[in-house]
């Protein structure tokens, strides 16, 4: 089967740094999404890896192993406003979105 | 620009009414999906359509259906709503099907419960 792996929530500091990790197994990859979603709101798009390495955009960061199946999303210099749901998804090899049940950030003054 | 609108915002629904959630979009995308999320689990496909005309399954179509006649709308019937249906509903769209590095837009959700 198809899995995606996050922590369900973690918590963090204001300024400080977090690092969100996912883990998946999936047929095939063609490539991982990362989403925001702050409560009672849609998600929305942060970044999109397809080949190993960092990218990087602002305060967030994403990273991605193809060969570990492993990808972090990194936040830096953490504001309230951040605190919000982070969703991994992995399109698999029939370019089908899966997605992880999401990592509840909670940021703390 | 609007991009993505769902209506309604939120429902409740007796158990065994039909409902039809809307959905138009005004990107011109080629590709709308609707989702369902419930706490835990995550997002789960109901159905998309790749092109207007087409509709295709998702991970959970049991007691929905949908339908394209038109690129900007994709609407989402419940023919006999029960209450494990009650849930958030999501409405998206992309350029074109097929992930890649294909941008997945949602719109605001629509809060369905079902009695």
């Known amino acids: 089967g198809q899995n995606i792996d996050q922590p369900t929530e973690m918590t963090a500091t204001e300024g400080a740094i977090v690092q969100i990790n996912c883990t998946y197994q999936?047929?095939?990859?063609?490539?991982l999404f990362w989403y925001q979603q702050h409560a009672g709101e849609a998600p929305t798009f942060l970044s999109y890896?397809?080949l190993d390495g960092l990218e990087e955009k602002g305060r967030f960061s994403s990273f991605l192993s193809r060969s570990k199946g492993y990808s972090y999303l990194l936040l830096k210099e953490l504001q309230m406003k951040d605190s919000a749901s982070y969703l991994c998804?992995?399109?698999?090899?029939?370019?089908?979105?899966?997605w992880g049940a999401g990592t509840k950030l909670i940021i703390k003054p | 620009i609007a991009g993505i609108t769902q209506a309604p915002t939120s429902q409740i629904l007796a158990a065994g009414r039909r409902m039809t959630l809307r959905c138009t979009q005004d990107?011109?995308?080629?590709?709308m999906y609707w989702y369902r999320q419930d706490l835990g689990l995550g997002l789960r496909l109901i159905h998309y359509?790749?092109?207007?005309?087409?509709?295709g399954k998702g991970e959970v179509p049991d007691g929905y259906s949908v339908s394209r006649a038109n690129t900007d709308d994709f609407p989402l019937t419940l023919a006999s709503a029960v209450p494990s249906q009650t849930s958030v509903y999501f409405c998206?769209?992309?350029?074109?099907?097929?992930?890649?590095?294909?941008?997945?837009?949602f719109g605001e959700g629509s809060w369905l419960t079902v009695v």
């Open positions: 998206a769209s992309s350029d074109t099907a097929g992930g890649g590095g294909n941008t997945i837009y």
């Open positions: 990107m011109r995308h080629n590709a």
């Open positions: 359509s790749n092109t207007a005309g087409t509709t």
């Open positions: 999936t047929s095939g990859f063609n490539g």
């Open positions: 890896n397809v």
């Open positions: 998804a992995v399109t698999d090899s029939n370019y089908q979105l899966i």
